[in-house]
């Protein structure tokens, strides 16, 4: 079992900088993948920035440039610095755990509000 626990998000004006932190515990040595997704209502959950164990990383078109991911195996840590924030960026922000076994595992979610 993998348990995730996020910190940061909140409300921010059109243009500026948020930053979320995810810290797993359990079984971390099983963790291949820790990224972040994104959902609205009515929408399916997305994507936003993921990496990999070994340090490759992958992000949405609609974040790239302006999003960063980075893990911090030692403490199996991982935070998503989002800078140039747009209205669209608002979402519900969830910390995920992809397993070596194919179990995903999901933090509480994360308000991020972006005001226009």
């Known amino acids: 079992q993998v348990q995730l626990v996020e910190s940061g998000g909140g409300w921010v004006q059109a243009g500026g900088s948020l930053r979320l932190s995810c810290a797993a515990s359990?079984?971390?040595?099983?963790?291949?993948?820790m990224g972040w997704y994104r959902q609205t209502p009515g929408k399916q959950r997305e994507l936003v920035a993921e990496?990999?164990?070994?340090?490759?990383?992958n992000y949405a078109d609609s974040v790239k440039g302006r999003f960063t991911i980075s893990g911090d195996n030692g403490k199996n840590t991982v935070t998503l610095q989002m800078t140039s924030l747009k209205p669209e960026d608002t979402a519900v922000y969830y910390c995920?755990?992809?397993?070596?076994?194919?179990?995903?595992?999901w933090g509480q979610g994360s308000q991020v509000t972006v005001a226009s």
């Open positions: 359990g079984s971390t040595s099983s963790i291949n993948t």
């Open positions: 990496t990999k164990e070994g340090g490759s990383t």
């Open positions: 995920s755990a992809l397993l070596y076994a194919g179990r995903r595992h």
